[in-house]
C-alpha cells in the first residue's frame, strides 16, 4: 500500500516559517561539560550525568548530529553493551547487555517521557516510531533494569528520547537516498511567538525489496525474502507530529501533541517463514502540565492516549505455499484459507511526578503514581483489557560532599499477574578528584504482554498431517531480574575519560519466544489421519549472565574527539533457555574518530559484533554461507563506516552529507538463528551508500 508522501506537501508551508539562523559550530562537548550535563532518566528527576545513581550513557545533539545515523537504532548501537540486530529492513531489534531476540520484549522506550512499547504485542516497533532522527535533542539509555523508576517492562534497560524544544523560529529539511533504494524525507518547523511555541515533525520513511536472502541446509529451501504477497516495499512508514507549547511564565508550562505514524511493515514472525505484510498504524495524543511551585517542588502530570490497529494475513494460505515451494516438501505453517488479523489496541494512561530538595541540597526526593488502562479488540487477541496501578520513590542523601546513597522502590498492581516490586540501591562516591565508583543493585519485572497470555491461533503444515495450534497461557508469572554492578570512572581535565563496570546479573521465570513454547498436547484424529499438537506459554528457566565492558573518550582538540567501547559477556545457561533463543554477543567492539575543519566534517567508525553461544548451533556446517559463516567462529557483522559533511558556502544553512556503511564487505549477515528443522535462518545485507541534503532555515 501506497500512502500520500506528506513532506512534499509540508516542505511549502516550512518556509513561510524560515528565518536564518546562525548554526553552531558542530564541535563536541568537552568532557568536563558532559558530566555536568543533566540527565533525568535515572530517577525521574534532573542530576548531573556524573551523579547518575545507576549506570547511565548519553548520546547528545552533536553525536546525533554527526553520526549520518538514518534511524534511532543506529545511533544507539555505537554505545558500550547495547547490541542492535538488524532482522530485516522492516524490523530492528535492540537490547542491553546481551538477551537480543527476534521481537525483543525487554527493553522500554520512552520519548518525552511516553512509552513506546505496545503493550499487545509486548514489543518495541522501531520504524513506526513517529519521530526522525533530526528531531532528537538527547538519547539516555539507563544500562540494565529500572522497574524502581518505570515499573513492568524496564528489564534489561531503557531507552529515554528527549526531543528538541523550539527556542526560536526556523526549522530543518533533511532529505536522502541511496543504493538500497531507501528514499527518505522530514521537515521540522518551529514558531516561537511571545508566550506561544508551534512545533511541526513530519516525513517518510522508505525501502525497496533489497536482495537479502540467506539460504541455509534446511528443510525449507524458500529463503526468508519471499513474499507471498506482490507488494512494492519492504517498509513504508509516514509520519506527522504537532505540539504547542504555552508557557504561562518562569514556573509553569502546558505542552499538548499529537502525533500519527502509518504506512505498510513486513517482519519476521518466525525464522525461515516468509515475511508477512502488516498494515500499521500508531496514534498518540499526549499532554503535559509543569510547575515549579518552588519550595513545594517541582510537579509534572502527564496524561497520554495511544491507538495501534494492525492488519496482516501473519502467515500464507496453504494454496500459496504449495504452489511455491520447489523441493516438493515445506514446513511453512499456514491459514487453511486467506483471513485478515484485523485488531486494535488502545491504551490510556496518567501520572503525576513530584520533585524536590531541601535547602540544603543534602536530601533529594522523587515520587510519582500512574494509572494505565491496555483494551485489546480483535485481531492476534480476543477481546482483552487490563489495568496497572502504580507508585514509586526515589530518595537520595548526600552524607557528605563525596558520597551519595540512593534507595528507590516501586509498586505495580497489574490487574492480571498480581502484584510487582522493583527497586535500586545506590552508593556513588565523588571525591574531589579524577576517580568516581559507584556500586548498584537492582530488582525488575517483566509481565507478559497480552499476546503471551491470550493468543489462540490454528496452523496448518502443509504435507505433513499436521496442525498447530499457539495458545496463551493467563497463569504465566512475571520475569524478574537481580543485578549488581560497579562502575569505576575515571576522568583526566577536559581530554580524557575511561570508564570500567563490571556486573552480574540472574533471571528467574523467563518466557519464550511468542513463536516457541513447550509442547503442551498432542492429539490424533483417526478420521482425518491428523495431528494436532499444543504449544503454550510457560515460565521455562532460570538462567545467569555475567560482563565487562569498558568505555573510553579522548578528545585532544575541540573539533576532534575519539571513542573506543568494549564489551565482554558471559551468559551463563541464557543462550540454551528451553524454547528460546537468545543473542548475546560474547564480545562487541566500537571505535570511532571525528574531527571537524572549516565547513567539511568527518566521522569513521569501526563496529564488531562477534560470536554468541556455539551451542546454539549445534548442527551443521554453515560455512557455505559466506566468511562470516564458519563452524569455529560464527561472527554476527564487522562494519566499517565513514560519513562525510559539507557546508555549501553558497547557500545559508545547507549542508551535503555522504554515508557509507560496511565498505570492507559487500556482503555480511546481519541476523542467523538456529532452529532443530530448518537448521538455520537469516538476513544478509551489503554496502550500502547514502547521501543527501540538510538544510536548516
Known sequence: ?????????????????????????????????????????????????????????LITANDIEMSGARDIPELLQRLVGVDVMKVGTSQTEVSIRGK???????????????????DLIGVTLWHLIPISV???????????????????????????????????????????????????????????????SWLLQAGFDEAENTNTAVY?????????????????????????????????????????????????????????????????????????YVHDAHHLGLWRFQLHFRDFSYKTQLVPTTVDVLSAEEQGNSFFPSLDDEHLFDGHSKMQSLSLVWQNSTPSGKTTAVAGIEYRHIDNKGGLVPQRSKNVASAFANLTYRTRSWLHLTGG???????????????????????????DLRVTARRAFRTPSLFELYTDIELNVPRQ???????????????????????????????????????????????????SGRLTEIEFDPNTNQFLTTTSFENLSDAESRGLQLDLRYQPKPN??????????????????????????????????????????????????????PHEFPRGDLSANGP?????????????????????????????????????????????????????????????????????F
Open 216 to 288: 541455509f541446509p534446511g528443510f525449507n529451501r524458500i529463503p526468508t525474502t519471499v513474499n507471498f504477497e506482490d507488494d512494492a516495499s519492504s517498509k513504508s512508514v509516514s509520519k506527522v507530529v504537532l505540539s504547542g507549547i504555552y508557557d504561562w511564565s518562569d514556573d509553569r508550562s502546558l505542552r499538548t501533541e499529537y502525533g500519527t505514524a502509518f504506512g505498510d511493515m513486513e517482519l519476521i514472525p518466525q525464522p525461515g517463514l516468509p515475511r508477512a505484510d502488516w498494515d500499521v498504524s500508531n496514534q498518540f495524543f499526549q499532554s503535559e
Open 628 to 696: 562470516n559463516f564458519t563452524r569455529d567462529h560464527q561472527q554476527r557483522y564487522s562494519v566499517f563506516a565513514s560519513y562525510f559533511r559539507c557546508r555549501v558556502p553558497a547557500v545559508k544553512g545547507l549542508d551535503l552529507f555522504l554515508f557509507v556503511d560496511n565498505i570492507f564487505d559487500d556482503h555480511y549477515v546481519a541476523y542467523y538463528e538456529f532452529d532443530s528443522v530448518l537448521n538455520a535462518a537469516g538476513e544478509a545485507f551489503g554496502r550500502e551508500i547514502n547521501g543527501g541534503i540538510i538544510w536548516k
Open 100 to 118: 537480543n531476540i527476534n521481537f525483543n520484549r525487554r527493553l522500554l522506550v520512552l520519548i518525552d517521557g511516553r512509552s513506546e512499547y505496545i
Open 134 to 196: 533530526s528531531d532528537i535533542e538527547r538519547i539516555e539509555v539507563v544500562r540494565g533494569p529500572a522497574s524502581s523508576v518505570y515499573g513492568a517492562n524496564a528489564f534489561a534497560g531503557v531507552v529515554n528520547i528527549i526531543t528538541k524544544q523550539p527556542e526560536t523560529s526556523g526549522g530543518q529539511v533533511h532529505i536522502s537516498s541511496g543504493n538500497e533504494n531507501q528514499p527518505s524525507g522530514h521537515v521540522r518547523a518551529h514558531l516561537k511567538h511571545n508566550q506561544f
Open 560 to 613: 576532534q574527539s575519539i571513542f573506543l567501547n568494549a564489551h565482554w559477556a558471559d551468559p551463563d545457561e541464557l543462550n540454551d533457555v528451553p524454547g528460546e533463543t537468545f543473542f548475546t554477543p560474547q564480545i562487541t567492539l566500537n571505535a570511532g574518530w571525528r574531527v571537524t575543519y572549516g565547513d567539511l566534517s568527518t566521522q569513521l567508525t569501526f563496529r564488531y559484533v562477534d560470536k554468541t553461544d
Open 465 to 515: 498431517n499436521h496442525r498447530v495450534r499457539f495458545r496463551g497461557n493467563n497463569q504465566l508469572n512475571a520475569e524478574e531480574i537481580e543485578t549488581a554492578d560497579i562502575t569505576y570512572t575515571m576522568h583526566v581535565g577536559n581530554r580524557f575519560q575511561l570508564e570500567f563496570e563490571i556486573y552480574f546479573e540472574r533471571y528467574k521465570d523467563l518466557i519464550g519466544n511468542p513463536e
Open 409 to 435: 522502590i516501586r509498586f505495580d498492581h497489574d490487574s492480571i499477574t498480581s502484584n510487582d516490586i522493583g527497586y535500586a540501591l545506590s552508593a556513588n562516591m565523588l571525591p574531589e578528584c579524577e576517580h
Open 1 to 57: 500500500m501506497k500512502y500520500p508522501k506528506l513532506w512534499l506537501v509540508l516542505f511549502a508551508s516550512a518556509g513561510l516559517l524560515a528565518q536564518n539562523e546562525v548554526d553552531p559550530a558542530m564541535t563536541d562537548l568537552s568532557l568536563e561539560d558532559l558530566l555536568n550535563l543533566e540527565v533525568v532518566s535515572a530517577t525521574r528527576g534532573a542530576v548531573p550525568l556524573r551523579e547518575s545513581p545507576i549506570p547511565l550513557s
